[in-house]
């Protein structure tokens, strides 16, 4: 195991670990989604109405439909197909009858999940400043600068730069991209908030990014996995038995929280 890899687990452990992950992965409060006056009133005239293939254009229209159904995503794709299907029509607005007008507002208007909230909140802080170097959005100002840098750009923008100039044929994009005493550091950074399912396989993602090979450019290249969240719980977790028995000394997983003291041991 690498030492980061058991300074993270440790910290995790030990310390006031979600504090100053906090500092990283700020979680706003998840206000409710809103809908405009005139929408709410046309919804009301809707259902007082039973007008069904108006009430379901407005609500299809809506960021979250208030039933989940399989057939509601190709509705939305294509409005038209509810001209067409009138058994369709009727069976998912007379689910909307049954629910009654409140609880069909209750759930359109249902605040955003905290995990969609936290893509971006990584590259935010990155912009911060927070590793104590400069932070740019610029291909050419990376090749040319001498000292530290982090690029902190689009993910595709991330990944285009790395394929261009540092060998990295993933078709996947990146997190997080910097020089660091000649040394080109590459990662995805991920915050697992729980085990199993969709957070296993973004584990799994950002340890396929680290484990990439490369095409040779003549550059120091290194690839890292950002890490944080319940994988440092000690466990018989599949996440936890991955980084303390599967990787070696190469591997370095480490947590954000210790990102700045890692850059500047390379």
Same mark, same amino acid.
């Given at each position: 195991m690498n030492i980061w890899t058991k300074k993270s687990i440790e910290l995790a452990n030990q310390r006031n670990y979600l504090d100053l992950l906090f500092k990283i992965y700020p979680m706003s409060v998840n206000l409710r989604r809103e809908l405009r006056k005139e929408t709410t009133e046309e919804i009301n005239q809707c259902f007082d109405k039973k007008d069904s293939k108006k009430l379901l254009n407005i609500l299809l229209s809506q960021d979250v439909f208030p039933i989940k159904d399989s057939y509601v995503a190709y509705l939305k794709r294509d409005k038209s197909a509810i001209d067409r299907n009138p058994n369709t029509v009727n069976r998912i607005t007379g689910m909307l009858y049954d629910m009654g007008l409140d609880e069909i507002f209750d759930k359109t208007t249902a605040p955003k999940e905290t995990n969609r909230q936290i893509g971006p909140l990584f590259k935010n802080w990155i912009d911060t400043g927070a590793l104590g170097c400069k932070v740019t959005a610029s291909e050419s100002e990376l090749l040319k600068e001498k000292g530290d840098m982090v690029f902190n750009?689009?993910?595709? %923008?991330? /990944?285009?730069?790395? %394929? /261009?100039?540092?060998?990295?044929?993933?078709n996947k994009g990146l997190d997080f991209l910097a020089k660091f005493n000649d040394t080109y550091i590459l990662a995805e950074a991920k915050f697992l908030t729980d085990f199993g399912g969709h957070q296993n396989a973004q584990f799994a993602d950002a340890i396929s990014t680290m484990k990439s090979k490369f095409r040779s450019t003549g550059k120091n290249v290194k690839t890292i996995a950002i890490l944080d969240g319940v994988l440092y719980i000690?466990?018989?977790n599949k996440m936890y038995k991955s980084i303390t028995e599967q990787f070696d000394d190469n591997d370095v997983i480490v947590s954000a929280v210790l990102l700045r003291d890692y850059l500047y041991s390379i």
């Amino acid at each position: 195991m690498n030492i980061w890899t058991k300074k993270s687990i440790e910290l995790a452990n030990q310390r006031n670990y979600l504090d100053l992950l906090f500092k990283i992965y700020p979680m706003s409060v998840n206000l409710r989604r809103e809908l405009r006056k005139e929408t709410t009133e046309e919804i009301n005239q809707c259902f007082d109405k039973k007008d069904s293939k108006k009430l379901l254009n407005i609500l299809l229209s809506q960021d979250v439909f208030p039933i989940k159904d399989s057939y509601v995503a190709y509705l939305k794709r294509d409005k038209s197909a509810i001209d067409r299907n009138p058994n369709t029509v009727n069976r998912i607005t007379g689910m909307l009858y049954d629910m009654g007008l409140d609880e069909i507002f209750d759930k359109t208007t249902a605040p955003k999940e905290t995990n969609r909230q936290i893509g971006p909140l990584f590259k935010n802080w990155i912009d911060t400043g927070a590793l104590g170097c400069k932070v740019t959005a610029s291909e050419s100002e990376l090749l040319k600068e001498k000292g530290d840098m982090v690029f902190n750009g689009s993910d595709a %923008n991330m /990944k285009d730069f790395a %394929n /261009k100039y540092l060998g990295y044929d993933r078709n996947k994009g990146l997190d997080f991209l910097a020089k660091f005493n000649d040394t080109y550091i590459l990662a995805e950074a991920k915050f697992l908030t729980d085990f199993g399912g969709h957070q296993n396989a973004q584990f799994a993602d950002a340890i396929s990014t680290m484990k990439s090979k490369f095409r040779s450019t003549g550059k120091n290249v290194k690839t890292i996995a950002i890490l944080d969240g319940v994988l440092y719980i000690e466990s018989r977790n599949k996440m936890y038995k991955s980084i303390t028995e599967q990787f070696d000394d190469n591997d370095v997983i480490v947590s954000a929280v210790l990102l700045r003291d890692y850059l500047y041991s390379i």
